[in-house]
C-alpha cells in the first residue's frame, strides 16, 4: 500500500499581527512534513522569523528549534522541511507593532 | 448470504447498510476522501462569508488526552477530528462530496463522540454548543424541475451554558448572495445560528463520562430517500426519532449541481474553547 499523504491547508487568509499561530493540527501518524507559508497580500513592516512548534496536547507548546523566513512579497512562499514532531504541529510567529502579513499555510505530511 | 458475509467482518458487521455499500470510511486508511468545506470565493479569497472563512482541516487523530494518552477509535488507532477555533460560536465541518446514480434510498450510519479541549480540569459538559451532520443534494439534470435540499440534523448540547440535549432541524438557509461580477458565483451559509428547530420528541441524554478526557462511541443512522427527498428514519443509539416533523432546507436548484451527494459533519462550540468532534467509522449505503 503507498503510504499516506496529506496536504492539510491550516491557516487560510488569515491575517497575522503580535503573537499568532495556526490552528493545532494532530499529526503523529506522519514521519515527516514541509510546511508551506504564501503571503496572500503585501506584508507590512518587519517581518519576524516563523517557528515551528510542537505539542504533545495541543494546549502546551515547545519550540521546536526550526525557524525559517516569512514570505516578504505578495505571492512569495517559504518553506521548513520537518521531522519527529511527535504529535501536533503548528506555525507561530511574534510580529513587532505594525507588521502584518496575511497567510496561507499548508501541511504536506508523509507517513 | 449476503447477511452472514457481513456479520463475519468484524468492521461492517457494526452497521446495517443497504445492498449497495457506497463508501465505508475506516479513517485507518486516511482521510478517506474527507475534507474541508471552503467557502465560494472569486478574486479574493476576502469575498468568503465569515462562516466558512473559519474553517479548517480535519484530522487523522488517535484522540490523544493529556492525562491517559491516546483513546483510540472505535476500531484501530485513527477517527477523524473535527476541531472548531476557539471562540463561543465558532464551527468546524468535515465533507466528502460524491453524486449518486440512482435517486433511490440512502442510509448513513456513523458512530461518533464529541468533547471539548480540555484545557479545564472540570467535566465541562456544556462546553460543545453542537455537533451534527447533513446533506447537501440535487436531483440529476433530466428529473428537474427539482429543488437543492439540504437535511440539517444537529444535537444542541448546551447553549448559554445550559445543557440542553436535544435534536434540532433546519428549513431555513441565509439569504443566498452573488459573489465577484461574473455571475458564475453565489453563497448562502447553511449553517448560520439562526433558524433551529426542535425534532417533536428529539429529546435525548447522551453519554458522557465523568472528565472532560474521556469518551464514548455512539452509533447514529439517518435513512432518507432521494427519490421523494425525505427522511425516514433517524435513530442514534437506541433511539428511533418519528420524522413526521422533519424537513430540510430546499432552495431552488442550481445550474452546476446535479447529482450531487454531499455528506457533512460538524462541530461548534459554545464557549471560548475548542469542541472537538470524532467520526469512526461511516458507512454510507443505497438501494440500487
Not at chain 1, 521531522?83 to 501536533?88: K, R, T, Y
Not at chain 2, 465505508?24 to 479574493?44: A, I, K, P
Not at chain 2, 451559509?189 to 462511541?217: F, M, S
Request: charge should be negative; proline fraction near 6%; hydrophobic fraction near 40%.
Amino acid at each position: 500500500m503507498l503510504p499516506e499523504n496529506l496536504t492539510a491547508v491550516v491557516a487560510r487568509n488569515e491575517s497575522w499581527t503580535g503573537t499568532s499561530a495556526s490552528e493545532p493540527y494532530e499529526a503523529g501518524w506522519a514521519k515527516e512534513a514541509i510546511v508551506f507559508v504564501r503571503a496572500l497580500k503585501e506584508p507590512k513592516g518587519s517581518l519576524p522569523k516563523a517557528r515551528i512548534e510542537i505539542s504533545a496536547d495541543g494546549m502546551h507548546w515547545c519550540h521546536e528549534g526550526s525557524e525559517f523566513a516569512l514570505p516578504t512579497t505578495k505571492d512569495a512562499v517559504t518553506f521548513q522541511r520537518l521531522g519527529h514532531f511527535g504529535n501536533f504541529v503548528r506555525i507561530a510567529a511574534t510580529l513587532p507593532d505594525g507588521a502584518e502579513i496575511t497567510v496561507l499555510v499548508t501541511l504536506h505530511l508523509k507517513a | 448470504m449476503r447477511r452472514a458475509i457481513r456479520e463475519a467482518d468484524p468492521q461492517l458487521s457494526r452497521f446495517d447498510p443497504l445492498p449497495r455499500i457506497i463508501c465505508f470510511d475506516d479513517f485507518d486508511r486516511g482521510m478517506c476522501g474527507w475534507t474541508q468545506l471552503v467557502g465560494n470565493y472569486e478574486d479574493s479569497l476576502d469575498a468568503m462569508l465569515p462562516g466558512y472563512a473559519q474553517h479548517s482541516h480535519a484530522m487523522l487523530s488517535t484522540l490523544p488526552n493529556w492525562d491517559f494518552g491516546s483513546h483510540g477509535g472505535v476500531d484501530g488507532s485513527y477517527a477523524l477530528k473535527i476541531a472548531t477555533r476557539p471562540k463561543k460560536g465558532a464551527q468546524n465541518v468535515a465533507i466528502k462530496r460524491l453524486t449518486f446514480r440512482k435517486p433511490g434510498p440512502i442510509r448513513l450510519e456513523a458512530y461518533f463522540t464529541f468533547k471539548p479541549e480540555a484545557t479545564d480540569l472540570q467535566l465541562s459538559e456544556t462546553d460543545i454548543r453542537s455537533f451534527g451532520f447533513l446533506y447537501d443534494l440535487q436531483i440529476g439534470d433530466s428529473s428537474g424541475p427539482g429543488d437543492r435540499v439540504m437535511p440539517h440534523l444537529r444535537f444542541l448540547n448546551a447553549q448559554d451554558g445550559q445543557h440542553l440535549q436535544k435534536w434540532q432541524f433546519k428549513r431555513k438557509t441565509t439569504p443566498i448572495k452573488p459573489i465577484g461580477n461574473a455571475g458564475k458565483t453565489i453563497t448562502h451559509y447553511h449553517l448560520a445560528p439562526d433558524d433551529w428547530e426542535d425534532l417533536p420528541g428529539g429529546e435525548q441524554r447522551l453519554c458522557y463520562n465523568e472528565i472532560p478526557t474521556k469518551v464514548n462511541w455512539h452509533y447514529l443512522r439517518f435513512d432518507f430517500d432521494l427519490a421523494s427527498m425525505q427522511a425516514t428514519r433517524f435513530q442514534v443509539n437506541d433511539r428511533v426519532f418519528a420524522m413526521d416533523g422533519f424537513d430540510s432546507i430546499r432552495i431552488p436548484a442550481m445550474k452546476n449541481l446535479w447529482c450531487m451527494l454531499n455528506l457533512a459533519f460538524f462541530a461548534e462550540t459554545d464557549t471560548d474553547k475548542r469542541a472537538f468532534a470524532y467520526l469512526d467509522s461511516v458507512c454510507l449505503s443505497g438501494e440500487f
